[in-house]
């Protein structure tokens, strides 16, 4: 889907050099986040990142 068919949100946060790092939209009704986030980095010392693929697993296999 084209993003100009998107219902826009306002960009969130974003960094000192004004990258952005995140942002929201709802296409087709559905939420939709996207992060700029790496959670293969340091996954061994991040719990975050750990739970993290421990759900896309999850999902992944339909449970």
């Known amino acids: 889907m084209a993003a100009t068919r998107w ?3 306002p ?3 974003a960094a000192d050099g004004g990258a952005v790092e995140a942002v929201s939209a709802r296409p087709c009704g559905a939420e939709v ?3 700029q986030w790496h959670p293969e980095w340091d996954v061994a010392g991040s719990v975050a990142s750990q739970r993290f693929f421990a759900l896309v697993g999850t999902a992944l296999r339909g449970e």
Do not use: A, E
């Open 11 to 13: 960009i969130r946060p």
């Open 33 to 35: 986040l996207g992060v």
């Open 7 to 9: 219902r826009r949100r």
